[in-house]
């Protein structure tokens, strides 16, 4: 049977699980929005091609399942596997964001960014959370 959770506990398991969730699901939408309408995610300058639908779909092979993984472990309240789930978001974002960077856009830097704060802002309310459980 399953304890109840104390209300820091809860309020960190409700953060992590709005916070991922929002995470993976934006994520989610750009990767099928690269696939269905990629001059919308193209700099202006560039054309779709063969390989910009490729790459599209190496992100989408990556994003939707993490997004289908981490509403799942939302779903069952699993408080262990949204802590690795919410990690690794946090890190894709931040990959992102370097991207961006690189890329000199920064709309893409930024908004990954902020992004991935708030991920591992939320993953360290969980943790410490969990640690302070009886």
């Not at 969730?21 to 560039?46: M, R, Y």
């Not at 997004?67 to 069952?76: C, G, H, Q, R």
């Not at 262990?80 to 978001?89: P, V």
């Not at 964001?97 to 830097?109: C, E, M, R, V």
Request: a positive charge.
């Amino acid at each position: 049977m399953r304890e109840k959770a104390s209300p820091a506990q809860a309020n960190a398991m409700r953060l992590a699980s709005i916070v991922t969730a929002a995470n993976v699901l934006i994520a989610s939408g750009f990767s099928i929005a690269g696939l269905i309408a990629p001059t919308s995610l193209l700099p202006a300058k560039d054309a779709p091609s063969a390989a910009s639908f490729i790459f599209a779909m190496y992100a989408a092979a990556r994003t939707l399942p993490l997004a289908l993984a981490a509403l799942l472990a939302i779903y069952k309240r699993s408080a262990t596997a949204l802590l690795a789930l919410g990690a690794l978001a946090g890190l894709i974002q931040l990959v992102d964001a370097a991207i961006g960077l690189y890329q000199h856009d920064l709309g893409k830097t930024i908004g990954p960014l902020v992004i991935a704060g708030l991920q591992f802002y939320a993953v360290f309310r969980l943790e410490n959370s969990a640690r302070s459980a009886p």
